[in-house]
């Protein structure tokens, strides 16, 4: 997106973290496809089966990976951030609407995902957040139930 | 050709076609505006909200978000310094001083005009390339389809940011995950993991969601404390000089030219074609030194270059159904998910479609320019927003999104897989855009494959026999030797940063 990247390069003694995961993290996804594939009939080249195409894939998968390994195992030292406070509150935030919605309806899911994701940043307070929430279900039970019709259940149990 | 137009504005023009062309401009403003979010988070946003409707008001409506978005993401751009997305960067580099120098308006204005003509002239050059390239489309088989389609992804992996390794790397896992489902030939259901709701395969709109905004959210938490923009923009203030306009008349020219040739070939769009026509300015222009300082060339040009390949961009995508950028990626979804098929027979077979849309890009580009000059002071105060608040209620539209397409809590849980997982790319530096092309072309290329395989008895050097996919195929094949040659440089070479980077103006690797 244009953003500088999270890495920040560092001319101590090291491994190139980053690059190093990243070919760990492609290369275990080409492996997974890769031996998925064997599952399925292969078939010949002029009648392709099944598992043919994901094998040729996941083959190549494979050998990028070891492109992007290769100049990571030379380089110098880089630190990978990642920020465990936002990611775990967002995927909470996000948990927390998949449990509420089909138990609770609509407006207490948007709200618990709103407060808790919100949650997730150093400078929201507790009351900044139960405001923010409480503005989002509202606006959600506007535009989403009362503006487009959406099938939705609002709040389980009421209506 | 005439009773084409004449079909497309009539579809284009109706009650309901004129709103949702009004709403998705709107919204793709809005959206644009945010920092982080680009037209192609911001069509994925609204793509849900798209089912419900007609499939040529989808895609007018998706349409109009796209090239909304793109005009957003200037705006930020110019006022903040923030760019919503690369393509916007350019218009920093003199719009941002234009607008320390208090004519962030004038910038602002010539933005909307540079935008509105290189749009125009880009629908024309739209119209007027389509035919050609659906005749040709349907003059070549499946084993030229097959190499036009992994030209397009590969280029669109290894060119622009980021190393092209890292690009390849994406579009194959993409293709990978497209692969999961039940096979269309055998109906053997492919990784599918013992998981009912996966025989169907992955959702687009599960995984742009999750990829694009979720993972985007997480990194931008920490990372978009910004500068609030403090003064406000006057009606008077926006109103360009004499000079102002006389100076820009050649560069948003230029600037469509550029664009309307980036525009349509794969692997480039926008942004290159912003980059190419703020450097040809430079390179043309009498004083140089002026560019950084606040010229206006720098701004008018590389938005008309912008808004001009944003619209020829559709050319491949509406003619070939081969779409050129992850964004034309997920237009080509949204039509598969409308049941038109995209491609050389879209305009025998829907017409009405296929002319309607292009209708509508004149419409749209009109409402842009209107809607702009007295939204500007909206815009501005949603630039104020803190983004701790912002973030909550996007996450909250990717919720209820993504659940109400299929009333599937499993598809949230998706979102929050992929959107983990695209976090875990950003922060290693892997690009997820290619994913998505990689997601929506690989489908299609199995297809073309079997069939060129089928015709061929088995023989892969049918496609080096024949012409076009011999010359395709080898070009490809540069491109893939180039990002290794990348690769081995650096090992080889660990410390000095190459010149390529430069060139391309990536960030040197570590």
């Known amino acids: 997106m244009g953003k500088d990247s999270v890495q920040k390069p560092d001319q101590g003694r090291g491994r190139d973290v980053g690059g190093l995961l990243a070919a760990g993290l492609v290369g275990a996804i080409g492996l997974f496809f890769t031996l998925g594939a064997l599952n399925y009939d292969l078939g010949t080249a002029r009648r392709m089966g099944p598992g043919y195409y994901p094998l ?104 | ?261 980036f525009g349509p070939l794969p692997g480039t769009g926008p942004s290159i074609a912003a980059f190419m026509s703020y450097a040809l300015e430079k390179r043309v222009a009498r004083d140089p030194s002026r560019f950084g300082q606040g010229a206006i060339e720098g701004v008018s040009a590389p938005e008309s270059a912008n808004n001009a390949a944003a619209q020829t961009a559709f050319v491949p995508t509406l003619a070939m159904g081969i779409p050129g950028s992850p964004t034309m990626a997920i237009m080509l979804g949204a039509m598969m998910i409308h049941g038109i098929q995209a491609g050389p027979l879209m305009m025998t077979e829907h017409p009405d479609v296929f002319w309607g849309v292009v209708a509508s890009f004149w419409i749209g580009n009109l409402m842009l320019l209107v809607l702009n000059i007295p939204l500007i002071g909206i815009w501005v105060r949603i630039l104020q927003i803190p983004y701790r608040l912002l973030y909550p209620s996007i996450l909250c539209l990717i919720c209820i999104g993504v659940y109400s397409t299929n009333s599937s809590a499993f598809d949230v849980w998706m979102v929050l897989f992929f959107g983990l997982v695209g976090y875990l790319f950003k922060i290693l530096d892997l690009e997820p855009a290619p994913l998505l092309l990689g997601f929506i072309l690989g489908p299609l290329m199995e297809e073309h494959l079997r069939r060129a395989l089928l015709l061929s008895r088995g023989d892969f050097l049918v496609f080096f026999e024949q012409p076009i996919s011999g010359t395709l195929i080898v070009v490809t094949v540069g491109l893939v030797l180039w990002a290794v040659t990348i690769q081995i440089r650096r090992f080889m070479d660990p410390v000095r940063p190459g010149s390529e980077e430069a060139v391309l103006g990536e960030t040197p690797e570590r």
């Open chain 1, 56 to 159: 040729l894939m996941g083959a190549a998968c494979l050998v990028v990976s070891l492109l992007i390994l290769l100049p990571a195992l030379r380089r110098p030292a880089t630190r990978v951030i990642f920020e465990a406070k936002p990611a775990l509150m967002v995927a909470a935030g996000i948990a927390a609407f998949a449990v509420a919605i089909p138990r609770f309806g609509l407006v207490p899911a948007v709200f618990l995902a709103a407060a808790i994701s919100a949650l997730g940043h150093e400078k929201t307070g507790l009351l900044d957040t139960i405001l923010l929430a409480a503005f989002l279900s509202a606006g959600a039970w506007l535009i989403f139930i009362v503006g487009l019709g959406l099938p939705l259940p609002v709040v389980k149990g009421l209506w």
């Open chain 2, 1 to 261: 050709m005439l009773e084409n137009i004449v079909l497309g504005f009539s579809v284009a023009v109706s009650a309901t076609n004129l709103s949702f062309c009004f709403i998705g401009v709107l919204l793709g403003m809005f959206i644009g505006v945010l920092p982080g979010i680009g037209p192609l988070a911001a069509t994925s946003l609204l793509l849900p909200v798209t089912f419900y409707l007609e499939p040529s008001t989808a895609l007018i409506m998706l349409a109009g978000v796209y090239y909304g978005a793109e005009y957003g993401g200037s705006t930020a751009s110019i006022l903040l310094n923030l760019p919503g997305t690369p393509a916007n960067a350019v218009a920093c580099l003199d719009g941002y001083p234009m607008s320390k120098q208090g004519r962030a308006g004038v910038a602002l204005m010539m933005t909307t005009i540079g935008s509105f003509v290189g749009g125009s002239i880009g629908i024309v050059v739209l119209m007027a390339l389509t035919p050609a390239v659906v005749a040709f489309a349907k003059a070549i088989g499946p084993t030229d389809y097959f190499a036009v389609m992994l030209f397009g992804l590969l280029a669109a992996a290894t060119i622009g940011q980021g190393s092209p390794a890292r690009g390849i790397a994406m579009v194959v896992i993409g293709v990978l995950l497209g692969s999961i489902g039940a096979d269309m030939n055998s109906g053997t259901i492919r990784y599918g993991l013992g998981i009912p709701e996966l025989f169907d395969g992955l959702h687009l709109v599960v995984l742009a969601m999750g990829l694009f905004g979720v993972s985007e959210v997480i990194a931008s938490i920490t990372t978009a404390d910004r500068q609030a923009f403090q003064s406000s923009v006057s009606l008077r203030s926006m109103i360009p000089t004499r000079d102002d306009m006389r100076r820009s008349v050649f560069p948003i020219l230029r600037g469509t030219a550029v664009g309307s040739f």
